[in-house]
């Protein structure tokens, strides 16, 4: 069965920090990765995907994510964050079809200024 | 367009009732997920609909909930004689066909007194 993993629980940096968050995913198979964020309080949003194509994949807010197939990986990466950007991300693998996807449990980011 | 609504947007219910709680997909998805998200915590994923197939039942933590969709449209999830642990915000998501991006609703912040 497919699985996702994000090693980080809890992560805090100070403003301007580069940002890499973990996910490695276990599935022999073609994969669609996102990452999703939450911010206090509001709804679960989606801030970046990879279907096809180019491994690095930008999303909205700076963040971008890179897909290595031979690690098994889609870690997200931001080269500085800003205090807004504290929030849960969550990783998810859809292999397609109509297998349902499935979530890491999520990392918690907090950016202190 | 219309995003996915949830109903009630809080619910507070004495131990040992019933609730049912509802998600309004966006039109067309014919994908639908129920997650549980304890304070704190992941998303744990509880029901997952794909069109007219068996829905994958998986992460239903007991008998006490069960949940229903009527062709690609409204879902609701019903929990029987409530415990305290099923406080929780309960999420739905849908997707379009042949699997992509999630779309959250708002949840249903549910409290069992």
């Known amino acids: 069965a497919q699985s996702v993993s994000q090693h980080n629980h809890h992560v805090i940096l100070s403003e301007a920090a580069s940002l890499e968050l973990g996910c490695n995913y276990s599935y022999g198979g073609t994969v669609n990765l996102f990452w999703y964020v939450q911010y206090p309080g509001q709804h679960l949003q989606l801030l970046l995907k990879?279907?096809?194509?180019?491994?690095l994949v930008k999303g909205i807010k700076g963040f971008e994510a890179e897909f290595i197939k031979s690690k098994f990986s889609f870690n997200l990466r931001k080269p500085s964050v800003q205090w807004s950007d504290t929030a849960e991300y969550f990783c998810?693998?859809?292999?397609?079809?109509?297998?349902?996807?499935?979530f890491g449990t999520g990392t918690k980011l907090q950016v202190i200024p | 367009g219309a995003g996915v609504s949830q109903s009630p947007s809080n619910k507070v219910t004495e131990k040992g009732k019933d609730v049912e709680l509802r998600c309004d997909p966006i039109?067309?998805?014919?994908?639908l997920y129920w997650y549980r998200q304890r304070l704190g915590q992941g998303l744990e994923f509880l029901i997952y609909f794909q069109g007219n197939s068996a829905p994958d039942k998986s992460g239903l933590p007991s008998d006490r909930f069960s949940a229903e969709r009527t062709g690609e449209s409204v879902s609701t999830l019903t929990i029987q004689r409530t415990q305290q642990e099923d406080s929780a915000v309960y999420l739905c998501?849908?997707?379009?066909?042949?699997?992509?991006?999630?779309?959250f609703g708002p949840g249903t912040r549910l409290t069992v007194t």
């Open positions: 990879y279907f096809s194509g180019d491994p």
């Open positions: 998501a849908s997707s379009p066909p042949m699997g992509g991006e999630q779309y």
């Open positions: 039109s067309g998805h014919t994908a």
């Open positions: 998810a693998l859809d292999t397609g079809g109509y297998q349902k996807v499935t």
